[in-house]
């Protein structure tokens, strides 16, 4: 198996001095690098606590197998004049491909019903006025609602740049995009006169931000369909792919990439960020400190109490919990994605289409019905897993878990949890493998390894404190916040990451931009465009 980075256990801390440290190698912290290195020169180091670099666009083998974590489909990035694919090509230096999962990237599944999401804008009207003949006028409207909500983020975004002491200046730039953002998606869906089947439909990729119609911002649910409505793509050779296509950037200018080098602790000194502390007691300084490892691990953990204190910073964000937690069935199976039938369209499977419904009854007792099983086949969306696993195919099924279910063995080790906890992850994987074979049947002779992962399994590896996928939760209280931006209340300590943007590839890539912005003093957007 190829490993990302370099291994700070094997091999120490290289020589030299530091212009910025970035704790994390998730998908912002390597930007925020990469864009400092290429357009500044700057000699980064870069942190990580697990053994490979990536975050959540990390992948994981067992013999013969390979899958991703946290990257399933991105959209945009198969367009090649897209701002996004433009921003990966220089992040890449052109080094990574994408492979476009074709017509339909999403099918929605609502008891024995199907929806296509296919790309294009026109062509997903179309497929969805022949669903919905009579409701083609909310269809037309929703997509403009979509739009407009759509035209504000640019502003909302490139205000978090402004310094902090100019926030009343830049305030104007937030309102039409908070106008969008203080509405929940129920409300907006409501107010269009959607019916609850249509409206269970149009909200059918919750999941990939994590909350039910009644609690999620507006503004993230447009954002995140707006994103997908060209099409979806998958990174040829894998997620593991754009980490390790962006770590040459770093390294051309004397900057690193660690693995098994967990932060303990941020170094404050006379009120400025001048470090940090490693597990192992090492203290390695720079004049400016970045965090990856999002807001309710850097303000709550890593950051000393009284330090946090005196800049009056708070480790949670009111009204913006952290977001929701998951499990994932990993399959592998001894035939491939062509013979077995698999095509790349992700599949949303739910019981019915009352999806708040079905969340607060599971959140209150998970032996209730699953809100949601979420299929996954990158074997038959990569083009090139065939050739680095020949007669193999493999599939995820993601479900969302309360983190309560798992807390009370928060304190034991990986892999040494006892039977009971095994007995809660054999139910869970028996659960979803259900809902497996039912959409595939073609499957069911054909599996030869099932893993599951726990919201325990993303505390260990990731550090998030409750198993959290998507950092705070979108509410419309999180748009509200000041304090997810760059720069922090403490000198020389900044943020990146989906908690100063929104989940998914593109929020995670597009906060590096502002952070390293930042750094640099300098619109780097602008610079990656005109390269």
Sequence with gaps: M???GTSYKQNGLPAGTWDAIVIGSGLGGLTTAALLAQHRGRRVLVLERH???????HTFHRPGYEWDVGVHYVGDVHRP???MRRLFDHLTGGELAWADLGEVYDRIVIGGDEYDFVAGREAWRRRMHDYFPAERGVIDAYLERVREAQRTTRRFFLEKVIPPALSLAGAPLRWPALREARLTVREVLSGLGASRRLAGVLVGQYGDYGLPPSQASWLMHAVLFGHYLGGGAYPVGGSSRIAATMLPAIERAGGAVLTSAEVDQIVIERGRAVGVRLSDGTVVRAPAVVSDAGVTTTFGRLLPRDAAAAAGILPRIAGAPPSVAHVSLYVGLDRTAAELGLQPANQWVYEHDDHDRAVANYTADDRAAL?????????????DFARRHPGKATIEVIGLAPYETFARWEGSPWKKRGADYEGVKARLADRLRGVLEQRCPSVAGAIT???????????HFVGHPTGEIYGLAHTPARFEARQLRPQTAIPGLYLTGADICTAGVG????SGVLTASVLARRNLLGAVLRA
């Design 2 to 4: 190829t490993r990302i």
């Design 81 to 83: 004049g897209s701002l």
């Design 449 to 459: 390894h099932c893993e599951l992962s726990t919201p325990l399994s993303t505390r």
């Design 507 to 510: 929020g995670a890539a597009f």
């Design 371 to 383: 809100p949601v099983a979420y299929l996954s086949f990158p074997s038959a969306k990569d083009p």
């Design 51 to 57: 053994y490979t670099a990536g975050g959540f666009t």
